[in-house]
């Protein structure tokens, strides 16, 4: 009977155990369903428990790490960008194995990676960095060599994506609402100053032209600073400019035939190495000053940096700020 009894204990205690075991292993299903439930519901956990994040800019995505540390500016859009917002890039582009001089501080923690067209492998792998800022004018295999580092956001050079390329770097460098405040500025400041300027400049010419290699260039009106000009300011366009395709060479008798009555001249020395004397050539030239700008002392040379890009927020509100200055004097 004892043994009978015994029996029944050790069944029973065997049954409890059990159900203990079974219950806990319920528990267990059940939490890891909602977990599962979660994840399902919001796709940015996924992200974010992978370790990256997806920045969208034009229409792309582009996989980035969640926390981003290292930012190399590949293209001097992105370096006037990161002027703009006062962030330091990790690494930058060169011209002639400096930055230029208008970047005052901001590359101060910047390793110099080459030049524009083809920036150093070696040196970007030295630096690790989380995302490559460059250009869309890059070269397939040159855009293809830095996506192996890391991921490259090719950053418009057209000057109409000013704003989206502002905002990605703000994105990237948790600086949005300052991107955002920029932007509204410069809006409110060229509808300020277009209101001002519209009668008084209904019947004048402005033109801005560049000199590289000895000649004179002129753009179209999308293109390099022209939208401040024809876009935000709402200035007469030239038929010259409206018939230009991007960037365009003309003749020192075709600029005095157009005959601006302001006259923007932007000159840098290492885009005229083989032609150092080209700007004061044309100056002293008999047709340069028939002009009715250089008649009434309105030419304006390098009155922004010669090397900035043009279309970008830092390049538009200095120009703004120039234009305001010397149309309204």
Known sequence: MVKKLLSLLLVALFML?????????????????????????????????DGTQTIVYLGENYPV????EKIVTASL??????????????????????????FGDSMSEAAEIGDKMQPSNEILLQ?????????????????????????????SHFSTDWKDNLLVLAELAGKTEEAEAI???????????REQLAEKMADKTI????????????YSEDVYFNPVLYSDLALPVPEEIQASETQEMISLEKLAEMNPDYLFVQFEETENAEAPDALSALQDDAIWQSMEAAKNDRVFVNSVAPMAAGGTAWSKTEFLKVVEEKLLD
């Open 207 to 218: 033109l801005m032209v560049r000199i590289r290699g000895g000649s004179v260039y002129i």
């Open 65 to 68: 790490p969640a926390a981003i």
């Open 77 to 102: 859009e992105s370096m006037e960008d990161a002027l703009m917002l006062g962030v330091k890039p990790d690494g930058a582009i060169a011209t002639g194995g400096e930055f230029p001089e208008y």
């Open 127 to 155: 630096i690790e960095p989380d995302v490559i800022l460059g250009t869309s004018k890059f070269q397939p295999e040159v855009a293809e060599n830095l996506n192996s580092i890391a991921t490259m956001i090719p950053i």
């Open 183 to 193: 932007i509204d500025q410069y809006e409110n400041d060229a509808a300020n100053l």
């Open 17 to 49: 155990a059990a159900c203990g075991n079974q219950d806990t292993t319920g528990n267990e299903d059940s939490g890891s369903e909602d977990t599962a439930s979660n994840g399902s519901d919001e796709d940015d956990d996924a992200i974010v428990g």
